[in-house]
């Protein structure tokens, strides 16, 4: 599985934006997908998850009730509302799997993937 992460851009206070994260390969071997972000001085942040197995969702306190993470096919997507001057970071796509059918939460057939960053900035 490779990603492909797009949608980063300049927005100020109180704008939108929405990220893209394209996955290409066996995109059925995914078992979870998210965007982190990391901004300096800042260690890197889960800001939200889907498993895609259950459907369900978690994320970042910070984040809750202004962003949405969801999929359609094989592209997530993270809808930011509301952005804050703190939200500026370089966000990431993950995506966490398994390479076996058989045993899918086997940790010897587990990957962990990242697409590369895609610049967020928030202006005051």
């Known amino acids: 599985v490779q990603l492909q992460a797009s949608g980063g851009g300049l927005v100020q206070a109180g704008g939108s934006l929405r990220l893209s994260c394209e996955a290409s390969?066996?995109?059925?071997?995914?078992?979870?997908m998210g965007w982190y972000r990391h901004a300096p001085g800042e260690e890197r942040e889960l800001v939200a998850q889907?498993?895609?197995?259950?459907?369900t969702t978690n994320y970042a306190d910070s984040v809750k009730g202004r962003f949405t993470i969801y999929r359609d096919a094989n592209v997530l997507y993270l809808q930011m509302n509301s952005l804050k001057p703190e939200d500026t970071a370089v966000y990431y796509c993950?995506?966490?799997?398994?390479?076996?059918?058989?045993?899918?939460?086997?940790?010897?057939?587990?990957?962990?993937?990242w697409g590369r960053g895609t610049q967020v900035t928030v202006s005051s």
């Open positions: 993950n995506a966490e799997g398994s390479n076996s059918s058989w045993y899918p939460d086997d940790p010897r057939y587990k990957y962990d993937v």
């Open positions: 889907l498993n895609t197995r259950s459907g």
């Open positions: 390969g066996d995109r059925f071997s995914i078992q979870r």
